[in-house]
């Protein structure tokens, strides 16, 4: 039997290695600030974040990781480093669908970690403006849940802006039904946001029966409204029960157990290859007999697997369609490129909405 080591000599030894940790954290803060004198003096402007460069770094942290600590906790704890040493090169101001605790906000934090300017908004359309007018860097939008599918209202601006995408997130969703009744006999109504009403239709039928739900801008919203309203519930996230003083009358109510719903990072960057990115496309075609399939060969041809598609209407001319596209691989890599020249080809418009880092966690 090995012999134990005295708690005092193992509390020493924590002490000494959390003043390393400290040391070594300063240091890198140290490198951050030169880097950015680096870029000024050879004058470059605008936001320092690099999402490819903090991707290579995030997945070469799980590379190296050999435990106990486990990847994700790894990758939480350098992201939330690189965030705070990006704070001290120059702050990032990132709209996201408010109020303070969304899934939008928690989306935001596990992408650009807690040290930044997170700026609520009340609308999918004002998150878009926000970028576009130079009020935030950049902005953290809901694209598609796996259980609902896509989120029209994010598609569809990008019809009118000129807005990159430069990163996902993804997020587990856990809903959760909040509320200040001491039983769900007495819930009169429920506030949610339309996506999370229809993510928990089931256990909304099967336990709410005739209750009437009211969709609203956000969860947060929901919770907000229900902490004022007696008698009224809302289905949020754990976050929003804290900021609104909510309790929890039941938890993980989705209908799905691997609910998860992606975010896009949308901004004026445009990232560089990292050997594990997607494309993310808008195009039309003329409506032709044989369209669609003219548009889908040249992915076959170089053997680019194609990840979603998605048509919306045009807004344009009645009838008339565009499609949203993601595919594997970044428009710069050699198979890439020849495809998009072999599409555009093919169809009436094309646009590289953006290439960027898959998402890492």
């Not at 390393?20 to 004058?43: F, H, P, S, Y």
Request: proline letters at 4%; charged letters at 20%; aromatic letters at 6%.
């Amino acid at each position: 039997m090995a012999d134990i080591i005295p708690l005092s000599d193992l509390r020493a030894r924590i002490d000494g290695i959390d003043r390393q940790i400290l040391e070594l954290m300063n240091q890198r803060a140290e490198c951050a600030l030169e880097v950015a004198r680096t870029k000024l003096a050879a004058g470059e402007s605008g936001s320092f974040y690099r999402p490819d460069r903090e991707a290579l770094v995030l997945r070469r942290i799980k590379e190296l990781n050999a435990g106990p600590l486990g990847d994700e906790s790894a990758m939480f704890l350098f992201r939330e480093i690189m965030s705070a040493c990006l704070a001290l090169e120059r702050p990032l101001e990132v709209a996201f669908l408010g109020p303070s605790g969304t899934f939008s906000q928690q989306a935001l934090q596990k992408h650009f970690g807690h040290a930044v300017n997170a700026v609520p908004v009340s609308a999918i359309g004002d998150i878009f403006h926000a970028v576009d007018t130079g009020l935030c860097q950049f902005g953290v939008a809901p694209v598609e849940n796996s259980t609902e599918g896509v989120i029209a209202h994010t598609l569809d601006r990008f019809m009118d802006s000129e807005l990159n995408i430069c990163g996902e997130v993804e997020i587990r969703i856990r809903q959760h039904l909040l509320g200040n009744v001491d039983a769900l006999s007495r819930i009169q109504g429920v506030y949610s946001h339309q996506q999370s009403l229809a993510q928990c239709r089931g256990w909304l039928r099967q336990n709410l029966p005739g209750v009437n739900c009211v969709a609203v801008s956000s969860n947060a919203e929901a919770a907000r409204l229900a902490a004022q309203e007696p008698g009224m519930a809302a289905i949020a996230g754990a976050a929003a029960a804290e900021v609104y003083g909510l309790s929890v009358l039941a938890s993980h109510i989705e209908d799905e157990a691997n609910n998860t719903t992606r975010f896009i990072i949308i901004g004026r960057q445009q990232p560089q290859a990292t050997g594990a990115d997607k494309t993310s496309l808008l195009l039309s075609a003329d409506n032709q007999p044989g369209a669609l399939y003219r548009i889908l060969a040249p992915f076959n041809e170089y053997g680019i697997s194609m990840m979603h598609i998605e048509s919306r209407p045009s807004r344009q001319r009645l009838w008339e369609y565009v499609f949203f596209i993601d595919i594997e691989g970044h428009q710069d890599d050699a198979q890439v490129a020849r495809a998009l020249e072999d599409l555009r080809l093919q169809v009436r418009y094309l646009r590289v909405l953006g290439s960027y880092p898959r998402a890492v966690f």
